[in-house]
């Protein structure tokens, strides 16, 4: 008889492109992805696969096959959610990209309260600022933050964030004040490399002022620019949520009020389909209960800045 994980090794092998790679996203051995795929095509009598010296390509049975396969996991796996959802329980794996900052201060602890609430629930959580392929990476979902591009994917608003400029008393102290965006150009600007638009923009009424940061000092890392501007190097743009603690306790204090950056969202998105499954359903369900309303990040802006 066929096993169900031998089923499973074979499609990621075939999705990755390579037993290394089924090896690592399924957390085993690659001797036991190999052993499973050899017992499916001595099951079968067939070769599912092509080994060359440029990789691994499936057969065309092996093709056929994998279709099969992932109808029958993708069935099973619906089946298991709907006997546990009568139970309140959810179950699966869930594969979840998020962005390092906001993940890790704010998403981190949630997952591990669902976690706790979940116990058959397993998570693999990836923390990175790159925009992942959802589909193509086999993801689940992803939390993005900014304004979404249009795609296929299905997207929900979970809370607003915007951007601010700071800098640090000290700072502040031996350079001044700026008092209108085109001050900028005479003080020293920590530049955030990872971000997809260059200029700080920000809103006077009607108006949009784009200004382009020049400074010595850049990096693809908000949290090494977060620190550097504590520490009194210069004027930098973050989003809210990395600076509304340094602002609270005084360490950076928020520049240009009267000329407020666009606001932009934290969105969950996951792949296009109506059947959503329930462990990413649970999921959204949680952070939209976590962050609606106004969140953490802006109360405490706004009580610093009154």
């Not at 036991?32 to 696969?49: F, H, K, Q, T």
């Not at 962005?99 to 998403?107: A, I, K, N, T």
């Not at 150009?185 to 382009?212: M, Q």
Request: glycine share 8%; net charge neutral.
């Amino acid at each position: 008889m066929i096993d169900l994980e031998d089923l499973r090794g074979f499609v990621e092998v075939v999705e990755s492109g390579g037993f290394n790679r089924a090896a690592k996203r399924l957390g085993i051995s690659k001797s036991i992805v190999s052993r499973r795929v050899a017992r499916l095509e001595a099951d079968l009598g067939a070769r599912l696969l092509s080994r060359t010296t440029r990789g691994i390509n499936p057969t065309e049975a092996g093709l056929e096959f994998k279709t099969r396969s992932e109808r029958i996991l993708a069935d099973l796996g619906e089946a298991r959610e709907a006997v546990a959802h009568q139970s309140g329980e959810v179950v699966g794996r869930l594969r979840l990209s998020v962005p390092l900052s906001f993940g890790v201060r704010y998403v981190a602890p949630i997952l591990a309260k669902l976690a706790e609430r979940h116990t058959r629930l397993e998570m693999d959580v990836s923390y990175s600022d790159l925009l992942v392929d959802l589909i193509g990476e086999r993801f689940d979902a992803a939390i993005r933050v900014g304004i979404l591009k249009d795609s296929s994917l299905v997207a929900r608003r979970i809370a607003p964030v915007r951007s601010v400029l700071v800098a640090s008393p000290d700072y502040l102290a031996r350079n001044g004040r700026p008092r209108m965006p085109s001050d900028l150009a005479t003080h020293e600007c920590l530049i955030y490399t990872g971000r997809v638009v260059a200029d700080w923009l920000f809103n006077s009424g009607k108006r949009s002022i784009s200004i382009r940061p020049k400074g010595r000092i850049r990096s693809d890392s908000g949290e090494a620019i977060l620190q550097w501007a504590i520490a009194g190097l210069g004027i930098t743009e973050a989003p809210s949520f990395m600076v509304s603690d340094a602002i609270a306790s005084g360490s950076l204090e928020p520049l240009l009020l009267d000329y407020p950056a666009p606001e932009y969202a934290i969105y969950v998105v996951r792949p296009p389909g109506a059947y959503v499954p329930g462990k990413v359903r649970v999921l959204i369900d949680t952070l939209v209960d976590s962050f609606g309303g106004e969140p953490e990040w802006e109360r405490f802006l706004t009580k610093s800045v009154d």
